[in-house]
Nanobody, 126 residues
Framework: QVQLLESGGGLVQAGGSLRLSCAAS????????MGWFRQAQGMEREFVSV????????DYADSVKGRFTISRDNAKNTVYLQMNSLKPEDTAIYYC???????????????????WGQGTQVTVSS
């Protein structure tokens, strides 16, 4: 069982920055692929970014490329999402998610992930 706890959300003006953190329980964090998703009000949950377990490969949604950076610290069992140049359309609840093993090509699909945090609200004002 893995428990995920996000933090770092808040209210920020357009152009500002936030860093989200996701702390994971368990002793095998290094073997988990970690993803970030977001869900705006009335919208479906969408992929934001992922970092793999072994090669630390990363990928991003086109809408956040060049603005967001995902990273992980296995010693702290934590994955981060640095968000810069925030836009009002980035407003959403942000969730981290985890899945072990070899990550396939469907990593942008929420159903790929086994565990989810409770989410943290990010609001970007114009």
């Amino acid at each position: 069982q893995v428990q995920l706890l996000e933090s770092g959300g808040g209210l920020v003006q357009a152009g500002g920055s936030l860093r989200l953190s996701c702390a994971a329980s368990g002793r095998t964090f290094s073997s988990w692929n970690m993803g970030w998703f977001r869900q705006a009000q009335g919208m479906e949950r969408e992929f934001v970014s992922v970092v793999t377990s072994r090669t630390y490969s990363t990928d991003y949604a086109d809408s956040v490329k060049g603005r967001f950076t995902i990273s992980r610290d296995n010693a702290k069992n934590t994955v981060y999402l640095q968000m810069n140049s925030l836009k009002p359309e980035d407003t959403a609840i942000y969730y981290c998610a985890a899945v072990p093993g070899l990550l396939g090509s469907h990593y942008e699909e929420p159903s790929t992930y086994d565990y989810w945090g409770q989410g943290t609200q990010v609001t970007v004002s114009s």
